[in-house]
């Protein structure tokens, strides 16, 4: 959905973030993005669903506020904030074509948690997090030989269930 124009990203930051607002508000000088988003109309937050999560639907509240970019349109200040805890809320820096809808930016956003869950299955199932960098040819053996076995195991467990589900009950 995203058009290509260089660059597009949507990136966590700190709500400590200094960013500047297109808004008369702003007045054109860099401010606290906790700051920039404490100030929008609560019209401006959708309920998006980010898709399924290990402890069911991955739901939140979204808004985005333009923020000055180095150059061009479509550089966004985003932000995410729980249904049961409003004061919970995340931070993200976004740069993406300028007709890109709030949904597609909380979705991509929000495929940061399946890579996390990755990493953590890695470390729990291959190690990955088991070496001690000595020196970087060592360290890169051991992540690449974690990392194939880690495919290795997902696309084994994969072919399994697969194979359980056409297989008829008796």
Known sequence: ML????LSYVVAVPCS???HPTTAAGG???????EVIAGLAPQAWSTVSTGAGAKGPRVYQWARAAVR??????YWLLARRSLTDPTDIAYYLCSAPARTPLRELARIAGTRWAIEESFQTAKGEVGLDHYQVRR???????????????????VTRADAQKNDHARPQS
């Open 3 to 6: 058009e290509d124009r260089g």
């Open 17 to 19: 973030q200094r960013v």
């Open 28 to 34: 054109g000088i860099d401010v606290r993005a906790d």
């Open 69 to 74: 970019p180095l150059a061009g349109p479509g």
């Open 136 to 154: 970087y040819d060592g360290w890169y053996r051991h992540i690449t030989l974690a990392m194939l076995a880690h495919a290795f195991l997902t």
